[in-house]
Protein backbone atom coordinates (compact mmCIF):
# COMPACT_ATOMS: atom_id res chain seq x y z
CA UNK A 1 0.00 0.00 0.00
CA UNK A 2 1.22 3.30 -0.85
CA UNK A 3 0.87 6.17 1.12
CA UNK A 4 1.46 10.29 0.89
CA UNK A 5 3.82 10.32 3.45
CA UNK A 6 6.41 8.04 5.47
CA UNK A 7 5.13 6.86 8.87
CA UNK A 8 6.57 6.31 12.50
CA UNK A 9 7.39 2.90 13.53
CA UNK A 10 4.03 1.32 14.91
CA UNK A 11 4.94 2.09 18.55
CA UNK A 12 5.75 5.66 17.70
CA UNK A 13 2.73 7.97 17.45
CA UNK A 14 2.18 10.25 14.30
CA UNK A 15 -0.76 12.00 12.70
CA UNK A 16 -3.52 9.76 11.62
CA UNK A 17 -3.52 8.95 8.67
CA UNK A 18 -6.82 9.51 7.62
CA UNK A 19 -7.48 12.75 9.05
CA UNK A 20 -4.46 13.70 7.20
CA UNK A 21 -5.62 12.21 3.98
CA UNK A 22 -9.02 13.85 4.54
CA UNK A 23 -7.48 17.58 4.91
CA UNK A 24 -4.66 16.85 1.76
CA UNK A 25 -7.99 16.07 -0.22
CA UNK A 26 -10.41 18.74 0.56
CA UNK A 27 -7.06 21.51 0.17
CA UNK A 28 -6.75 19.89 -2.74
CA UNK A 29 -10.78 20.46 -4.40
CA UNK A 30 -10.19 24.14 -2.64
CA UNK A 31 -6.94 25.05 -4.46
CA UNK A 32 -8.22 23.52 -7.52
CA UNK A 33 -11.63 25.08 -7.45
CA UNK A 34 -12.75 28.49 -9.18
CA UNK A 35 -11.12 30.86 -7.90
CA UNK A 36 -14.18 32.85 -7.43
CA UNK A 37 -16.04 29.81 -5.14
CA UNK A 38 -15.69 30.05 -1.09
CA UNK A 39 -13.55 27.81 0.43
CA UNK A 40 -13.34 26.71 4.07
CA UNK A 41 -9.27 26.34 3.48
CA UNK A 42 -7.13 29.06 3.16
CA UNK A 43 -3.82 29.94 4.43
CA UNK A 44 -4.68 30.16 7.78
CA UNK A 45 -6.60 27.06 8.37
CA UNK A 46 -3.43 25.29 7.02
CA UNK A 47 -1.77 27.06 10.23
CA UNK A 48 -3.66 25.96 12.66
CA UNK A 49 -4.76 22.46 11.74
CA UNK A 50 -3.75 19.84 14.38
CA UNK A 51 -4.20 16.17 13.84
CA UNK A 52 -4.95 13.45 16.05
CA UNK A 53 -1.98 11.62 17.09
CA UNK A 54 -1.89 7.68 16.70
CA UNK A 55 1.20 4.98 16.56
CA UNK A 56 2.19 4.00 13.32
CA UNK A 57 0.66 7.36 11.79
CA UNK A 58 2.35 9.84 9.21
CA UNK A 59 5.60 11.36 10.36
CA UNK A 60 5.23 14.60 11.36
CA UNK A 61 7.97 16.48 10.53
CA UNK A 62 7.20 15.32 6.84
CA UNK A 63 3.88 16.19 7.08
CA UNK A 64 4.25 19.93 8.84
CA UNK A 65 6.71 20.42 6.60
CA UNK A 66 4.48 19.84 3.18
CA UNK A 67 2.09 21.96 5.35
CA UNK A 68 4.18 24.63 5.64
CA UNK A 69 4.72 24.67 1.01
CA UNK A 70 0.97 24.14 1.04
CA UNK A 71 0.40 27.04 3.06
CA UNK A 72 2.68 29.19 1.54
CA UNK A 73 1.09 28.44 -1.87
CA UNK A 74 -2.23 29.06 -0.72
CA UNK A 75 -0.96 32.72 0.92
CA UNK A 76 0.35 33.36 -2.30
CA UNK A 77 -2.72 32.59 -4.32
CA UNK A 78 -4.89 34.86 -1.72
CA UNK A 79 -2.31 37.38 -2.28
CA UNK A 80 -2.89 36.98 -6.24
CA UNK A 81 -6.26 37.60 -5.66
CA UNK A 82 -6.61 40.57 -3.64
CA UNK A 83 -3.58 42.09 -5.78
CA UNK A 84 -6.00 41.72 -8.90
CA UNK A 85 -8.96 43.38 -7.20
CA UNK A 86 -9.42 47.20 -7.97
CA UNK A 87 -7.41 48.88 -5.55
CA UNK A 88 -6.20 45.87 -4.34
CA UNK A 89 -2.54 46.69 -4.03
CA UNK A 90 -2.98 49.53 -2.09
CA UNK A 91 -5.33 47.53 0.08
CA UNK A 92 -3.31 44.58 0.72
CA UNK A 93 -0.31 46.43 1.85
CA UNK A 94 -2.45 48.89 3.91
CA UNK A 95 -3.96 45.73 5.84
CA UNK A 96 -0.58 44.46 6.37
CA UNK A 97 0.79 47.21 7.69
CA UNK A 98 -1.57 47.90 9.88
CA UNK A 99 -1.23 44.51 11.10
CA UNK A 100 2.17 44.91 11.47
CA UNK A 101 1.98 48.65 13.45
CA UNK A 102 -0.60 45.91 15.90
CA UNK A 103 2.62 43.64 16.04
CA UNK A 104 5.04 46.48 16.92
CA UNK A 105 2.69 48.20 19.56
CA UNK A 106 2.62 44.66 21.38
CA UNK A 107 6.80 44.12 21.03
CA UNK A 108 7.11 47.82 22.29
CA UNK A 109 6.39 46.65 26.09
CA UNK A 110 8.79 46.37 28.40
CA UNK A 111 10.36 42.81 28.21
CA UNK A 112 8.82 40.50 31.04
CA UNK A 113 5.35 42.47 30.17
CA UNK A 114 4.58 41.96 26.59
CA UNK A 115 1.94 38.93 27.62
CA UNK A 116 -0.08 37.84 30.50
CA UNK A 117 1.21 35.34 32.30
CA UNK A 118 0.29 31.78 33.59
CA UNK A 119 -0.33 31.19 37.41
CA UNK A 120 2.31 30.31 39.95
CA UNK A 121 1.69 26.29 39.83
CA UNK A 122 1.09 26.33 35.95
CA UNK A 123 3.70 26.24 33.15
CA UNK A 124 4.14 29.09 30.07
CA UNK A 125 6.53 29.85 27.80
CA UNK A 126 9.94 30.84 29.19
CA UNK A 127 9.79 35.04 29.38
CA UNK A 128 13.55 35.54 28.82
CA UNK A 129 13.55 32.91 25.63
CA UNK A 130 10.37 34.78 24.42
CA UNK A 131 11.94 38.21 24.82
CA UNK A 132 14.60 37.33 23.13
CA UNK A 133 13.14 36.37 20.12
CA UNK A 134 10.98 39.20 20.22
CA UNK A 135 13.52 41.55 20.34
CA UNK A 136 14.93 39.79 16.69
CA UNK A 137 11.55 40.35 15.83
CA UNK A 138 11.27 44.19 16.39
CA UNK A 139 14.77 44.17 14.20
CA UNK A 140 13.29 42.38 11.52
CA UNK A 141 10.30 44.66 11.73
CA UNK A 142 11.84 48.17 12.28
CA UNK A 143 15.49 47.67 9.86
CA UNK A 144 15.25 44.43 7.84
CA UNK A 145 17.02 42.44 10.13
CA UNK A 146 16.93 38.85 8.72
CA UNK A 147 14.40 36.61 9.62
CA UNK A 148 12.60 33.87 7.72
CA UNK A 149 9.08 32.31 7.95
CA UNK A 150 10.31 29.76 9.00
CA UNK A 151 12.41 30.63 12.30
CA UNK A 152 8.43 31.90 13.17
CA UNK A 153 6.93 28.91 12.45
CA UNK A 154 9.28 26.75 14.16
CA UNK A 155 10.62 28.68 17.44
CA UNK A 156 10.34 26.85 19.91
CA UNK A 157 10.24 27.85 23.93
CA UNK A 158 10.77 26.25 27.06
CA UNK A 159 7.98 25.52 29.37
CA UNK A 160 8.52 26.90 32.90
CA UNK A 161 6.47 28.08 36.11
CA UNK A 162 4.89 30.95 35.92
CA UNK A 163 5.61 31.79 32.12
CA UNK A 164 4.12 33.77 29.42
CA UNK A 165 0.39 32.47 27.87
CA UNK A 166 0.99 30.48 25.53
CA UNK A 167 -1.96 31.06 23.16
CA UNK A 168 -1.54 34.45 23.22
CA UNK A 169 2.36 34.11 22.13
CA UNK A 170 1.47 31.11 19.67
CA UNK A 171 -1.35 33.81 18.28
CA UNK A 172 1.40 36.56 17.99
CA UNK A 173 3.65 34.72 16.15
CA UNK A 174 0.95 33.53 13.81
CA UNK A 175 0.19 36.81 13.06
CA UNK A 176 3.50 37.78 12.72
CA UNK A 177 3.84 34.77 9.81
CA UNK A 178 0.77 36.05 8.68
CA UNK A 179 2.55 39.25 7.71
CA UNK A 180 5.32 38.25 6.40
CA UNK A 181 4.03 36.16 3.88
CA UNK A 182 1.50 38.90 2.78
CA UNK A 183 4.69 40.94 2.05
CA UNK A 184 7.02 38.16 -0.18
Do not use: C, N
Not at 105 to 121: I, K, V, Y
Request: charged share 30%; aromatic share 10%.
Amino acid sequence: MSSTFPRTRKSVPGYDVDHVEDFLEEARRAYTADPSALSVVSSSTIRRIAFPMTKGGYSPVHVDAALERLEDAFAQRERDRALAAPGGQDAWFAQARETAQVVLDRLARPAGERFSREGQFTRGYDVKQVDAFLDRLVDYFQSGAPMSVEEVRTVAFSPVRHGYSEAKVDYLLETVVRVMLAVR
